[in-house]
């Protein structure tokens, strides 16, 4: 059973930068993609970005696109997320996410794993 474990999450004034990890552990990490969704106070989970086995592809929320990265270190089973020009409403609760397979994903019911999740917020 595969275990993620997030880490760099914290407060962040707006137009800021932060850069979340995510360590696997448990099984082949590089068989799997991976991604990352939030959870913002009163509303639902949803889909940040994610990234396929290899790190070849790539796919975004229209949300995030051009402002956050998602990259991989399959020699270091980690994932990473690095968040520019953050705004206040990228505020909630962010979740490392192993998927059921190789390719791309973004729905939670595409997911195999979740990670514990960590705070962002971000101040205005």
């Known amino acids: 059973q595969v275990q993620l474990v997030e880490s760099g999450g914290g407060l962040v004034q707006a137009g800021g930068s932060l850069r979340q990890s995510c360590a696997a552990s448990?099984?082949?990490?590089?068989?799997?993609?991976m991604g990352w969704f939030r959870q913002a106070p009163g509303k639902e989970r949803e889909f940040v970005a994610a990234?396929?086995?290899?790190?070849?592809?790539?796919y975004y929320a229209d949300s995030v696109k051009g402002r956050f990265t998602i990259s991989r270190d399959n020699a270091k089973n980690t994932v990473y997320l690095q968040m520019n020009s953050l705004k206040p409403e990228d505020t909630a609760v962010y979740y490392c996410?192993?998927?059921?397979?190789?390719?791309?994903?973004?729905?939670?019911?595409?997911?195999?794993?979740w990670g514990q999740g960590t705070q962002v917020t971000v101040s205005s």
């Open positions: 448990g099984r082949t990490f590089s068989s799997y993609a």
């Open positions: 996410a192993a998927g059921l397979s190789g390719g791309l994903f973004s729905r939670p019911a595409d997911v195999g794993t």
């Open positions: 990234i396929n086995w290899s790190g070849s592809y790539t």
